[in-house]
């Protein structure tokens, strides 16, 4: 039976608004969301991360995902994106590596599944960082 206090569902209570709507039911590869201040453009993308990893294929019951979230630099993605994530995704339901910038995120689903979700978070402010990326599957 799935705990339901380490369960995503418990803590997030996400409602779509118009245009995010637009945005999770757009199936294109490459895909644009814009608007203004506090319109929701941050969190429509934290909830496509996490829809996205709780559609994956179950491997022995496991759905497994990667992903990248980049800003400009590092204080951007501690004072405007990191914080956005854990307002959404708290720190309990994985692991947080703050020297590796990433957070592993493990939760169960009511299918009888489990999300296991590695976010990785990185800066490119410099023409040298893509060089960070080069490695990444």
């Known amino acids: 039976m799935p705990d339901q206090q380490n369960?995503?569902?418990h803590v997030?209570?996400?409602h779509?608004?118009?245009?995010a709507g637009h945005f999770h039911q757009d199936k294109r590869f490459v895909r644009l969301i814009?608007?203004?201040?506090?319109?929701?453009?941050?969190?429509?993308?934290?909830?496509?991360?996490?829809?996205?990893a709780q559609n994956q294929p179950a491997i022995n019951g496991v759905r497994q995902s990667r992903w990248l979230i980049v800003r400009n630099s590092y204080r951007e993605l501690e004072d405007t994106t990191l914080k956005s994530w854990?307002?959404?995704?708290?720190?309990?339901l994985g692991d947080w590596k703050p020297s590796a910038m990433t957070h592993m995120v493990k939760y169960p689903l009511g299918d009888g599944t489990r999300v296991e979700l590695e976010v990785l978070f990185r800066s490119m402010d410099q023409p040298d960082d893509i060089k960070k990326l080069l490695s990444l599957e």
């Open 7 to 9: 369960s995503l569902s």
């Open 86 to 92: 854990f307002q959404w995704i708290p720190r309990s």
């Open 12 to 14: 997030v209570n996400y």
């Open 16 to 19: 779509v608004g118009p245009t």
């Open 34 to 52: 814009v608007g203004p201040f506090g319109s929701g453009k941050t969190v429509a993308c934290i909830m496509e991360i996490i829809l996205k």
